[in-house]
């Protein structure tokens, strides 16, 4: 028999988990409901990469499983086909232009070259990320004039340039022009 230090306490109390189980209950009551059970053994112990693997794999609930309100707006637990919205048109009251949609491998230069074949180019800037000086994809022309301005919009917006459809707008002025830095 143990003595009551090695059950780990001198309380007298249990220290495990659960109430403890009765041994009134007979065998026959325990192989009625595991008759079909093979004998239980603890799971095996998954090692990180199983376990990495296993937060990321997508398991499928079943129907029963899903929360009561869609997850998605149109209640039919299917996400809409998501459309191009049209991008903001801004009109041309200053020489400065707004360029979007570039490719990511588009330079100054090649901005400056583009917009030097509709007018007098004063500046062109791509918008970078601060901390990776990647483009940002979209960036600002300066023009000589702002006739020059509108008709680099209607001769370069929507045309393809290095694999994309450029977005050619007037930039909009004001306190929001700084805001594009960061």
């Known amino acids: 028999m143990r003595s009551q230090d090695s059950r780990g306490g001198g309380n007298g109390r249990r220290q495990g ?3 403890r189980r009765s041994s ?5 009551d325990r192989n009625d409901r595991n008759e079909a059970r093979a004998p239980q053994r603890p799971p095996a112990k998954k090692s990180f990469w199983q376990k990495l693997v296993g937060f990321f794999k997508s398991d499928a609930k079943p129907a029963a499983a899903r929360p009561a309100y869609p997850a998605y707006p149109n209640s039919n637990g299917r996400p809409e086909p998501r459309t191009a919205r049209p991008p903001e048109t801004v009109e041309v009251t200053s020489p400065k232009l707004y360029i979007g949609n570039l490719s990511y491998d ?3 230069n090649d901005l400056h070259e583009l917009f030097n074949g509709v007018g007098k180019v004063q500046s ?3 918008v970078t990320h601060k901390d990776t000086d990647k483009s940002k994809g979209f960036g600002f022309v300066m023009m000589a004039t702002v006739d020059e301005a509108k008709r680099a919009v209607t001769e370069l917006h929507d045309k393809p340039f290095m694999g ?4 050619v707008n007037g930039a909009k002025t004001g306190e929001r022009e700084t805001n594009y830095r960061g």
Request: proline share 6%.
């Open 106 to 108: 588009t330079t100054e």
């Open 24 to 28: 009134s209950r007979s065998n026959g």
């Open 17 to 19: 988990r659960g109430p």
């Open 124 to 126: 062109a800037e791509i």
């Open 164 to 167: 994309r459809k450029l977005v």
